[in-house]
């Protein structure tokens, strides 16, 4: 039996199979660039060995995990808290960034690209990736992505005239200014949160500024990610909730951008 998972800074899917039978579980996100070994473990001990639903007495033979913060100094942690999930399994630990490559493009060429809770993406020749600009979070960079949006609304909410938006916004989330401040600067996984508005920005996206500032921020994306790569002929393809979830505006920016765009998906174990 074998379970392969993709995670990001807000959840974590693992898909779960043999020969016969194919199930996912979800647990929060595991990020071993953000997250210390005991949180890891915990996570990995409580919310997925622990599950319902998880088959205990299998034996688990091949661990796969695609995981945000996965790099090569992080990734032997993370290792080595599945080797002490599972024994008797052969682990791999590898980038989220690899993992959604090979489910959009398999052995084609073709520029990979994460929008989710981060944002992150590739060059990728159909083996491996070749090239990668730096996400550098969602405080540097993460053009994009759901934390960078949650970031940019409120900003622009709070600071762009915007009195009869803030009204409904705070009735309809029963969120304060200070809440948001509390959340941003004084409570763990900021990001999560900001990334957390996204469902209330998509609910008035066709207000005119709102559609401007997402457009606004994929169009970011592709000027300070894609355009670096080189290859305006080969196509973006996408997973992750925020682009399948804001794929007008996404295709939009990607237009006035000049890049073509491949596939979009919800999540990568969609496409196993």
Same mark, same amino acid.
């Given at each position: 039996?074998?379970?392969?998972?993709? !995670?990001?800074?807000?959840?974590?899917?693992?898909?779960?199979? &043999? +020969?016969?039978?194919?199930?996912? #579980?979800?647990?929060?996100? *595991?990020?071993?660039f953000?997250?210390?070994?005991?949180?890891?473990?915990?996570?990995?001990?409580?919310?997925?060995?622990?599950?319902?639903?998880?088959?205990?007495?299998?034996?688990?033979?091949?661990?796969?995990?695609?995981?945000?913060?996965?790099?090569?100094e992080k990734?032997?942690?993370?290792?080595?808290?599945?080797?002490?999930?599972?024994?008797?399994?052969?682990?791999?630990?590898?980038?989220?960034?690899?993992?959604?490559?090979?489910?959009?493009?398999?052995?084609?060429?073709?520029?990979?690209?994460?929008?989710?809770?981060?944002?992150?993406?590739?060059?990728?020749?159909?083996?491996?990736?070749? !090239?990668?600009?730096?996400?550098?979070?969602?405080?540097?960079? &993460? +053009?994009?992505s759901?934390?960078? #949006?949650?970031?940019?609304? *409120?900003?622009?909410?709070?600071?762009?005239?915007?009195?009869?938006?803030?009204?409904?916004?705070?009735?309809?989330?029963g969120?304060?200014?200070a809440?948001?401040?509390?959340?941003?600067?004084?409570?763990?996984?900021?990001?999560?949160?900001?990334?957390?508005?996204?469902?209330?920005?998509?609910?008035?996206?066709?207000?005119?500024w709102?559609?401007?500032?997402?457009?606004?921020?994929?169009?970011?994306?592709?000027?300070?990610?894609?355009r670096?790569?080189?290859?305006?002929?080969?196509?973006?393809?996408?997973?992750?909730?925020?682009?399948?979830?804001?794929?007008?505006?996404?295709?939009?920016?990607?237009?006035?951008?000049?890049?073509l765009?491949?596939?979009?998906?919800? +999540?990568?174990?969609s496409?196993?």
């Open positions: 039996m074998t379970i392969t998972a993709d !995670s990001g800074s807000t959840k974590t899917t693992w898909l779960i199979a &043999d +020969e016969a039978n194919a199930w996912t #579980l979800t647990t929060q996100g *595991i990020n071993p953000h997250q210390q070994y005991e949180t890891m473990s915990d996570i990995i001990n409580r919310e997925l060995l622990m599950h319902a639903d998880f088959p205990v007495h299998a034996v688990i033979d091949r661990v796969c995990f695609y995981g945000a913060g996965c790099t090569k990734s032997p942690i993370l290792k080595s808290i599945l080797k002490e999930a599972f024994p008797n399994a052969i682990v791999e630990v590898d980038s989220d960034m690899l993992g959604a490559a090979r489910v959009l493009f398999g052995r084609e060429e073709g520029i990979a690209c994460i929008l989710g809770t981060g944002a992150n993406s590739c060059l990728y020749d159909g083996n491996k990736i070749v !090239s990668n600009v730096s996400p550098m979070g969602y405080i540097l960079g &993460d +053009e994009g759901g934390a960078v #949006l949650g970031k940019t609304f *409120i900003n622009l909410l709070y600071k762009g005239g915007h009195q009869e938006d803030i009204a409904e916004f705070e009735r309809e989330t969120l304060t200014q809440d948001i401040i509390q959340k941003v600067y004084r409570e763990p996984m900021p990001n999560r949160f900001l990334a957390s508005l996204a469902p209330y920005i998509k609910s008035i996206s066709s207000r005119s709102v559609r401007e500032m997402i457009i606004d921020c994929f169009r970011l994306f592709f000027s300070r990610n894609i670096h790569y080189g290859r305006p002929d080969l196509p973006c393809s996408f997973v992750g909730s925020i682009a399948y979830y804001f794929e007008d505006e996404l295709r939009q920016a990607a237009k006035e951008e000049g890049s765009i491949g596939k979009i998906m919800k +999540e990568p174990l496409g196993c």
